[in-house]
């Protein structure tokens, strides 16, 4: 599975962005594609994620109301749309999947997943 993530750059707060996620190297189409964030200094935080199959999604509180994640299965992508935001959302934010085996996408982001991406940089300033 091999996973590339685009679309981060710098952004003023209440700004937006869409992060994307180019995923290929699935077998089946039972699986789920997460969002996390890393911030210097504090701890990877998953921020949302979507499964494959049922487009069950989940976002974190931190995030809630203000990101939207969606998939093109056709194209193999998912997208985090990312609205009003602040400079506590400044961090590395990375995708990851892993093989949903029937579970909703929650606990899959709370464990972490086996794949991920490389990262890419996302910069609120005030």
């Known amino acids: 599975v091999q996973l590339v993530e685009s679309g981060g750059g710098s952004v003023q707060a209440g700004g937006s962005l869409r992060l994307s996620c180019a995923a290929s190297?699935?077998?089946?189409?039972?699986?789920?594609i997460g969002w996390y964030r890393q911030a210097p200094g504090k701890e990877r935080e998953g921020v949302s994620c979507?499964?494959?199959?049922?487009?069950?999604?989940y976002y974190g509180d931190s995030v809630k109301g203000r990101f939207t994640i969606t998939s093109d299965n056709a194209k193999n992508r998912v997208y985090l749309y990312m609205n009003s935001l602040k400079p506590d959302d400044t961090a590395v934010y990375y995708c990851?999947?892993?093989?949903?085996?029937?579970?909703?996408?929650?606990?899959?982001?709370?464990?972490?997943?086996?794949?991920w991406g490389k990262g890419t940089l996302v910069t609120v300033s005030s």
């Open positions: 190297g699935f077998t089946g189409d039972d699986y789920t």
């Open positions: 990851a999947a892993e093989y949903s085996y029937g579970s909703s996408c929650q606990p899959l982001l709370g464990y972490g997943m086996d794949y």
């Open positions: 979507i499964n494959s199959r049922d487009g069950n999604t």
